[in-house]
């Protein structure tokens, strides 16, 4: 086993530079005891030990060279390098993360009966953001973005709004009752640190990205809407009293070269003032692009 992996890094280690070369070079070595490769910019250099003692081997780079190196096992997957620019830190503009997901409201009173399964959340994590990598593939990320968030009922009393707060009331007598929700749109500035996880479907190894995501709560509304007889009747108010500011607890898991699955809670309650409507706000759903 250990003659075989040696072969073939010491046939891979000689077609490393992005000159051509004419033949590849293989050194075959058996019971190596331990084998040591070290890169650096000016080439690579393999020490064996062995029972008789010890041997170096060099492949050195030229000046000008550009190394695209690859080596994987067992669905590991190293990145690319470039041999005389490598840094220790790489950086790079992104976008990405386009999510879709199911929202609820923990906290919410039971009269509220928002239902999961009918709302929604549309986020777009990173408009626009700057990444930081290590040669390791793991990265810090700081973007701007969009997230707007639906809670919706259906379940026979509807969202009004007094002197500017949100409450929950029947509908009018009579009617035929249809949807109520509250909508709330943010300005998102998410800060977060993806790991790279040792383990995969494919070669392409699973990732965790977690953090905050600052919430700057632009606007928010309630709707409702009933009919009475023929008549499609509305009630729809904006300027509701929405906490400006909220923080969310992220986190994603990235699960194919595509996207993954994301959930967010917020610890802070999504209204101002005292009711027994206030609630947190929690959402878990698909994650594209990230």
């Known amino acids: 086993m250990k003659t075989k992996a040696l072969a073939i890094i010491f046939a891979a280690a000689s077609a490393l530079t992005a000159t051509a070369q004419k033949a590849d070079s293989t050194v075959t070595i058996t019971n190596a ?110 973007g701007i973005g969009i997230d707007w968030r639906n809670y919706r009922t259906t379940l026979g009393n509807r969202f009004n709004v007094v002197d500017g707060q949100v409450g929950v009331t029947p509908y009018p007598e009579g009617v035929e009752p249809r949807m109520s929700r509250i909508k709330v749109f943010s300005v998102q500035f998410p800060l977060l640190y993806r790991q790279q996880l040792p383990f995969g479907f494919t070669k392409e190894r699973f990732a965790l990205k977690f953090g905050p995501i600052f919430n700057l709560n632009t606007h928010a509304s309630v709707l409702a809407s009933w009919r009475d007889g023929q008549t499609s009747s509305k009630y729809d108010i904006n300027g509701i009293n929405i906490r400006p500011f909220t923080i969310d607890l992220f986190a994603s898991l990235h699960l194919w070269e595509w996207g993954g699955i994301y959930a967010r809670y917020s610890p802070y309650k999504a209204l101002t003032g005292n009711n027994s409507l206030n609630f947190h706000q929690f959402s878990t759903g698909l994650i594209l692009f990230m």
């Open 33 to 142: 005891d331990r084998i040591v490769i070290t890169e650096s910019p000016n080439g690579l250099c393999t020490t064996v030990t062995t029972s008789s003692g010890t041997q170096t081997y060099r492949q050195d780079y030229r000046y000008d060279a550009t190394v695209m190196s690859h080596f994987s096992t067992s669905g590991l997957s190293l990145g690319r390098r470039n041999a005389d620019k490598r840094k220790a830190v790489s950086w790079e503009m992104i976008s990405g993360g386009l999510s879709l997901g199911f929202c609820s409201a923990p906290g919410a009173s039971s009269s509220a009966g928002v239902e999961m399964a009918k709302s929604f959340e549309i986020s777009w994590l990173e408009i626009l953001g700057v990444r930081a990598t290590n040669r390791h593939g793991n990265s810090f990320s700081l």
